[in-house]
Structures are given as structure tokens and as C-alpha cells.
């Protein structure tokens, strides 16, 4: 049986690692390998989206990305016991008339035992900015260790 480490139950440094790889995931922008950490039922909320299976996560991400341009993503553990995590998150990115946001968020996660997320309930509200007040600088692709987080951001 396939299994997606960490595994719950999660400890502080599990929990923590298992956020920064839903980060390095998300920063792809790819939903073929996205959806492959949750399970084939998957059941999320997302703003006013209420997406079931690991298809329809995939066209709401496809769709989520082909909006949100120059998407650059940062998730911070908040708090985790057995087989949960929450998570305060905020991206960066902009649509297509250049206009840049920040959205701050939370999320809700449930894993199976083999580490698969079978629930995501996340909340987000978008703060329009300056391209000047962006915060979120490094090449597309995975945020580099050294960049600051949330916490150090101020965020």
C-alpha cells in the first residue's frame, strides 16, 4: 500500500515537515503532482469552491493558477494533534491586468494513515497591493531556506 510520509500521528517536527512540502507542492503550480498527496475522495472548501476528488481538485487547480499569476506561496504550521494540521498561509500573485494581491489564509488538513489528505478547508481573503509592497521574492518554483517566513515577514 502506497503511503505519503510523514505519517500521522504527527509530532512537531513531522507536522512542520509535512507543511513545508504541501509549500514546495503548491509552488510547483502544478496540479499533476499536486493532487497526488491527497486521496482519490478527497473533500475540500475552498472560498466558495466545494471540490470532491482528485479530478475535480485538479481543474479547480488549474483553473486557481491560470488566474493567479506569478503565484508564490509561504504556509507556517499553527497547530497539529494525531491525524490533523492547521496552517496560516499567505501568496503573492497577480491577475491579468498586473494587478498584485496578497491573500492571507488558513487551513484545516485531515490525513489518512498512509499520510494522504482526505480533507482541506482553507479560508482566504486577497488584500489588493503595489507591486512596491510585494514581500514574496524568489525565482518561481520553491521557496530557498533562507528566505524569511511568515512569522519573519511580519505576516
Not at 41 to 57: A, L, S, Y
Request: proline share 6%.
Amino acid at each position: 500500500m502506497e503511503t505519503k510520509p510523514p505519517l500521522p500521528p504527527f509530532t512537531l517536527e513531522t507536522a512542520i515537515q509535512k507543511v513545508r512540502m504541501a509549500e514546495d507542492a503548491w509552488n510547483t503550480r502544478d496540479p499533476e503532482r499536486v493532487i497526488l498527496v491527497y486521496t482519490e475522495d478527497t473533500r475540500w472548501r475552498n472560498r466558495k469552491e466545494f471540490p470532491v476528488g482528485r479530478e475535480q481538485v485538479r481543474r479547480f487547480l488549474e483553473r486557481k493558477w491560470a488566474r493567479e499569476l506569478d503565484y508564490r506561496l509561504i504556509k507556517e504550521l499553527w497547530a497539529f494533534t494525531g491525524n490533523r494540521i492547521a496552517v496560516r498561509f499567505a501568496y503573492e500573485s497577480h491577475d491579468d491586468s498586473g494587478q498584485w494581491y496578497r491573500s492571507y489564509g488558513n487551513e484545516n488538513w485531515e490525513f489518512n494513515e498512509q499520510g494522504f489528505m482526505m480533507r482541506r478547508f482553507a479560508s482566504i481573503n486577497d488584500l489588493p497591493i503595489t507591486e512596491s509592497d510585494r514581500k514574496f521574492f524568489w525565482p518561481l518554483g520553491r521557496r530557498p531556506d533562507d528566505h524569511p517566513g511568515l512569522s519573519d515577514l511580519g505576516l
